[in-house]
């Protein structure tokens, strides 16, 4: 049966349970609350869901470029359609500005907004719904406290049958088990509690865990790695996953860098932005938990530079002269004193032992820039200085130098594909 | 070995190491020293110039990348040997104090205005975020901005 | 003004008849013909009228300043003084800057002088010279001095009869010395100081015309990069030639731990120095940065500097006290463009460009350095990327003039990136402790401040190329004039202020703009707010009471902040709680050492409460400088002051590990760019009658205190550590809320 096939047949066994459990998973609208709801609430419970809403990322999806925070607007690129995410702020007509604390709570753990209609899940309720009520509500505060913005998010462009919302209560049947995590018994308290993050409101595995052919998780495969708007989110755990150490890690995920791993670019980097306003115990246990799915005593990668190779002389020129004064082995790796504080040998990276060269290229094309403001690691793009032959050949040099990987399929459709998104998206 | 580029409208033959940058073509052989080395590194833009219409770091521009491709630095923007119009609103307005950031600002200010002659505040300051002063020289090159967009 | 600005940049000298004169050649500037001999080619005396000025015979002015101009506006500032007090058009009149052949030793260009000090003395000479070149007239037109008057240059008797400087002077020297009680023009008839000009160089500078040091360039030059060792304290164990045996035509010049590459072109220079291999052994010489103020508090202390001890503090009266602790961390200069100097060192006499600060000082570095007599040694100044002080242009100097000795031709070095971040020298940490006691009747009655900083003053920062090549040079510490301003403007019956002056600071230390008084300031400033907050009065108007009601230029200065920045009066912080979004208003006031320049300043802030983010939205900036030379040179150094100043204050943070300096670029070390830089409002207060004050480093001495003033006005949290980044914001935001 083909992808395409399977999934029809999908949509079909959602639609009957739709109908099926529609009895019983009906949801009724919910009373709007007044304006002036949250008064007076908790200076820490505010602070408590400010971090939360970091930990969870949620600004940068609910935010088009250039627009308030929380006002919603940016399109997310799904297999099914383009799907804009909606307006967050306090804003009584376009916003969540009339919803109740247990409006916004419904939402969180069974995708249903306050007026009964299902949500997508590239809202990632499946796992907000293993949050504590306490946290779910210091979000809620939080969002409360955030200037109100009147802005309409544009009509999701889905094509039948993913338009129709009510299929999402068989789904819900199927890939939501809803209600707060469960601790593990034997575990310490960090690694519990980083558990409790990256399964819930950090939702790591919603980019890190490949997704089947109605878009649920493939929990067979958590945080396996996958591919997701253009970039590869790499394995977390099992056999691809590189080994990280919790200082690493915790390193990584609060500043975009581990001089033993790299940088973090494109959806990473925006994540990691927000973590770094998060408050470090929180880090630190979630570096806990992840580090420990993966073999920490390969912690250590070696540097690989198999030299320049024979039938790239011309990209060895692009090389020395753009790339070269920040990743020349010799430069990068050496005691300090020659290489800018963030260069790293390309060997360092995830990105050019990938089975793909996405990350590869997108980096060369749109840099990592998400810190350039701020500090912290900074690569310019090349997307207006190399020609779409030049960033390929580039890509496939540093792949023969710095890997042992075998060469790139389609580097060339890969560059026009990362060309013609722009950075962002 | 020689690679032939253009800058300014004129060809010019760029001898020696392929992988040089065109900011060293520039500076060292074409004799247009406005362009300026500030980090080598794609992060400050006091190199910055335009190719093939776009704003692009000198600095790490091999000058093999440029066969066939036209580039416009700060003297490009003269008219008649006279400073062109981007030129003239800093010159109004005073927006140089030690000035090394400048050429790159200009070029940057050029750039913004092809693709936006008429830029809000917020697009001014997000096109020029890319360079750097160090003298706080901020408020004038805006000002600069905003009288060359009006002209 | 083109012409003005031509005459200043493209000029050469020559040797004519009846002395030196000046003139135009091409687009040159100093030349190497020119610039071979070494020595004094005029007089550079201090006190006499020829050091300072000449009059060729087509009547051209040229000023020869030892003060000079990195991109403040100060020689357009000079020459506005000079063409002011002979009466001579702005375009007649050119420039010469530490050039050690020509211009007099007016000490380095530092702590906001080169108006007050250096124009001082230039004007003073203009004053000296046309009152004796009125004198020769009145006495050959026989006419009493006061008939004669002057227009454009030229001398008119009254009865028709006139005569200009040139025809007066025919190129020949003044011989006199500088009357300091020369007659100086009265005010109130100025056509030319006190004129917003556009300041000299500036229209080069846009269209990328003017020559800056990094694009000097002689004939036969080679093209240098230095390989820094990967440690403070390190050896160099072997270089491996062969690492850049693909490369053509390269030196490797290496003496003790110097170790530099020449080549003909600079892309296999940078491209040489970047892959070279060299083996080093490292030591672990700085101290542990996350320690580091436990590592200054430790440091010994060599002596203590009293900066001002009135009344007896631990005797006054009152049983409530206030303390708190103030740090302010190391800075870098960052200039843009980094380091860069053309030397020629042949037959034993060297020549060396750089854009020092103090060319006569560097001069005598480098003879010490070498070993050759002063003389035998020229250095000159060229405008290169703003410095801020005493960055690595001397040592780029050094390294020049080392590596043309050493290969026999002239060498032009320029420092990359990580050179610049990773081996200028640096503003040092400053910490302070301030405490306070407030007696029975609410008033403060003693105030005591002790400052741990390293000792030294402005002298000779040590060449980093010396020390590397093991060649003699000063081994002192020379942070600049760090204790001033730490004593304070304000009437307390008991005062005392202590610098502790440390025998060692991490790093080499030298001046940043307003060196210690920035630091200084900040922690005196936001104390001061805190006992107005502690007393529950107005910041401002409680400043107003306690200074000395005989100062009067101080009163208006905050009497003028008041009115323009709308300030209401209350006493900090606001009431506002439950918003994310926190406004706020501070002030700080500063008497530059005490003696001149008055500033005060308001910021607006806006702190985000949840991410720590500070936004500084506005600053209103009073200043009363004196005489104002060039308003618009005073705007621009202003705004200068306020965002540079504001970059320091919330971003800038120097990191380094236990062998060396980690922030080697601006990704590791962030700057302010466009979308955070607040709006500057100034006021400026006219006085025309009163000599000129510095306006460089006033107004940044006050920014940071502003800041963390409005902070607190807005968030009711101290930030006592600079920078304020979102970090310890948020730190302090979660220890209030408890």
Known sequence: ?425 | MSISIEVNGTKHDIDGDPSMPLLYALRDQIGLRGAKFGCGLGQCGACTVIVDGRAVFSCLMPVSALEGRAVTTTEGLLEDGKPGKVHQAFIDEQAAQCGYCISGMVMRAQHLLERNPDPSDDGILTGMQTNLCRCGTHAAIIRAVKRAART | ?738
């Open chain 3, 1 to 738: 003004m083109t012409s003005f600005a031509q005459n200043l940049t493209r000029r050469s000298l020559l040797k004519g008849a009846g002395g030196l004169v000046v003139a135009f050649s091409a687009s040159r500037g100093f030349g190497p013909a020119a610039a071979q001999e070494t020595g004094t080619l005029k007089s550079v005396a201090e006190g006499v009228v020829d050091s300072y000025l000449s009059i060729d015979a087509d009547g051209l002015v040229t000023i020869y300043s030892g003060k000079i101009d990195y991109g403040t506006g100060v020689r357009t500032g000079f020459a506005q003084m000079v063409a002011e007090e002979l009466s001579v058009p702005l375009d007649r009149v050119g420039v010469i800057e530490g050039d050690t052949a020509l211009t007099p030793d007016q000490g380095p260009t530092y702590g906001s002088l080169s108006i007050e000090v250096g124009g001082k003395a230039i004007r003073q000479a203009a004053a000296t010279a046309r009152e004796a070149m009125l004198d020769a007239v009145a006495e050959r037109f026989s006419v009493g001095k006061e008939k004669l008057s002057i227009t454009d240059g030229v001398i008119g008797g009254g009865g028709g009869e006139e005569i200009s400087y040139s025809e007066l002077l025919k190129g020949a020297h003044f011989f006199l010395d500088v009357d300091e009680n020369a007659k100086l023009k009265d005010p109130k008839t100025f056509t030319i100081v006190g004129q917003s000009i556009t300041r000299n160089g500036l229209p080069g500078k846009i269209t990328g015309a003017f020559h800056y040091m990094q694009d000097f360039k002689i004939d036969g030059m080679a093209h240098a990069r230095v390989v820094r060792p990967p440690a403070m304290e390190a050896t160099l164990d072997n270089v491996d030639e062969s690492s850049i045996a693909h490369l053509p035509d390269v030196q490797i010049v290496r003496k003790g731990n110097f170790l530099a590459v020449v080549a003909e072109t600079e892309w296999t220079a940078v491209r040489a120095a970047r892959e070279l291999t060299a083996n080093w052994t490292t030591m672990e010489s700085l101290p542990d940065q996350a320690k580091i103020w436990e590592h200054v508090r430790q440091t010994p202390i060599v002596k203590d500097d009293v900066t001002s001890d009135i009344g007896d503090v631990d005797a006054a009266k009152g049983e409530r006290e206030i303390t708190a602790t103030y740090d302010f961390a190391l800075h870098t200069h960052g200039s843009i463009g980094p380091s860069c100097s053309v030397a020629d060192f042949s037959n034993g006499k060297l020549v060396s460009w750089s854009s020092s600060q103090a060319t006569h000082r560097l001069r005598r570095q480098l003879a010490d350095m070498f070993s050759i007599p002063t003389d035998d040694i020229r250095c000159i100044y060229i405008e290169g990327a703003g410095c801020y002080g005493r960055n690595g242009h001397e040592d780029a100097a050094a390294d020049a003039a080392l590596l043309s000795r050493e290969i026999g031709r002239p060498v032009r070095v320029q420092w990359m990136r990580h050179d610049e971040h990773g081996w200028d020298p640096k503003g040092p940490p400053t910490l302070i402790d301030l405490s306070a006691r407030i007696d029975d009747a609410g008033e403060v009655s003693a105030w005591k401040g002790e400052f741990f900083i390293p000792q030294g003053a402005g002298g000779r920062v040590a060449l980093l190329g010396a020390n590397l090549a093991d060649l003699p040079t000063s081994q002192d510490l020379n942070p600049g004039g760090i204790a001033n301003d730490s004593a304070i403007p304000y009437g307390f019956p008991n005062v005392r202020t202590t610098c502790h002056r440390l025998e060692t600071t991490p790093l080499r230390p030298s001046w940043i703009r307003a060196p210690g008084r920035m630091q200084n300031t900040f922690a005196n400033e936001s104390f001061l707010d805190e006992i107005a907050a502690e007393l529950g009065v107005d910041p401002l108007t409680y400043r107003r009471g306690l200074i000395d009601p005989s100062d009067g230029r101080g009163l208006e200065v905050l009497d003028r902040l008041k009115e323009f920045s709308k300030w209401e009066e209350r006493p900090s912080p606001r009431s506002q709680q439950g918003e994310t979004s926190l406004t706020g208003r501070g002030m700080a006031y500063v008497k530059y050492e005490l003696r001149r320049t008055y500033v005060g300043v308001v910021a607006d802030v806006t702190v985000d409460a949840n991410s720590g983010g500070i936004r500084v939205d506005r600053f209103y900036v009073a200043q009363d400088c004196g005489q104002i030379i060039n308003p618009a040179g005073v705007h621009a150094q202003l705004e200068g002051c306020v965002i540079q100043t504001t970059s320091r204050t919330l971003m800038e943070d120097l990191t380094f590990d236990r062998k060396m300096v980690t922030s080697l670029d601006w990704a590791s070390y962030p700057i302010m760019r466009f979308k955070d830089v607040p709006e500057v409002h100034i006021d400026l207060i006219e006085r025309p009658n009163d000599v000129p004050w510095g306006v460089g480093e006033p107004a940044a001495a006050v920014v940071s205190a502003a800041i963390s003033n409005a902070v607190f006005d807005a968030a009711s949290i101290r930030l006592r550590s600079v920078p304020f980044k979102p970090a310890k914001v948020r730190a302090a935001l979660a220890e209030m809320r408890g």
């Open chain 1, 1 to 425: 049966m083909t992808m395409k096939r399977l999934s029809i047949a999908i949509v079909g066994v959602l639609a009957l349970l739709a109908v099926a459990a529609f009895a019983t998973i009906w949801q009724p609208e919910l009373d709007e609350v007044d304006e002036h709801s949250m008064v007076g609430a908790d200076q820490s419970q505010i602070a408590r869901g400010y971090d939360l809403a970091q930990l969870g990322n949620c600004q940068s999806c609910h935010t088009a470029e250039g627009s308030e925070p929380y006002a919603g607007g940016r399109a997310l690129a799904t297999p099914f359609g383009t799907i804009f995410s909606v307006n967050i702020t306090p804003d009584r007509e376009t916003g969540i500005g009339t919803w109740s604390q247990e409006a916004f709570s419904r939402a969180m753990r069974k995708g249903v907004d306050r007026e009964g209609t299902h949500l997508y899940p590239a809202f990632p309720y499946t796992h907000f719904t293993k949050m504590t009520d306490a946290d779910i509500d210091a979000v809620y505060a939080y969002l409360r406290s955030v200037p109100a913005v009147r802005n309409e998010a544009p009509d999701n462009s889905l094509p039948f049958p993913y338009n129709i919302r009510a299929l999402m209560a068989g789904w819900n049947l199927l890939f939501l088990d809803d209600g707060p995590l469960q601790a593990v018994g034997g575990q310490s308290e960090a690694w519990n509690r980083g558990r409790y993050l990256v399964d819930g409101v950090a939702h790591c595995s919603a980019c890190h865990t490949p997704r089947n052919s109605v878009g649920a998780e493939d929990s067979s495969a958590a945080l396996a790695g996958a591919e997701i708007n253009g970039w590869y989110a790499p394995a977390l755990a099992g056999e691809g996953a590189r080994g990280w150490t919790k200082p690493q890690l915790a390193t990584y995920l609060s500043t975009g860098f581990s001089r033993a791993h790299g940088a973090a670019a494109g959806p990473m980097g925006e994540t990691v932005a927000d973590l770094a306003k998060v408050a470090p115990a929180d880090i630190s246990a979630i570096a806990t938990y992840i580090s420990s799915l993966t073999d920490e005593r390969a912690a250590t990668i070696a540097v690989v530079d198999n030299g320049v190779p024979d039938n790239l002389a011309a990209a060895h020129d692009l090389w020395v002269g753009a790339c070269a004064s920040c990743h020349e082995p010799s430069a990068a790796t050496g005691q300090g004193g020659k290489n800018p504080s963030y260069g790293v040998a390309l060997s360092t990276g995830y990105a050019v032992h990938s089975p793909q060269p996405l990350n590869t290229v997108r980096t060369i094309v749109g840099g990592v820039d998400f810190y350039r403001d701020m500090g912290g690691p900074y690569m310019p793009g090349f997307e207006g200085s190399l020609t779409t032959v030049q960033i390929a050949e580039l890509t496939r040099y540093v792949r023969a130098r710095f890997s042992d990987g075998a060469a790139w399929d389609d580097v060339g459709g890969t560059v026009q594909n990362a060309l013609s998104k722009g950075n962002r998206q």
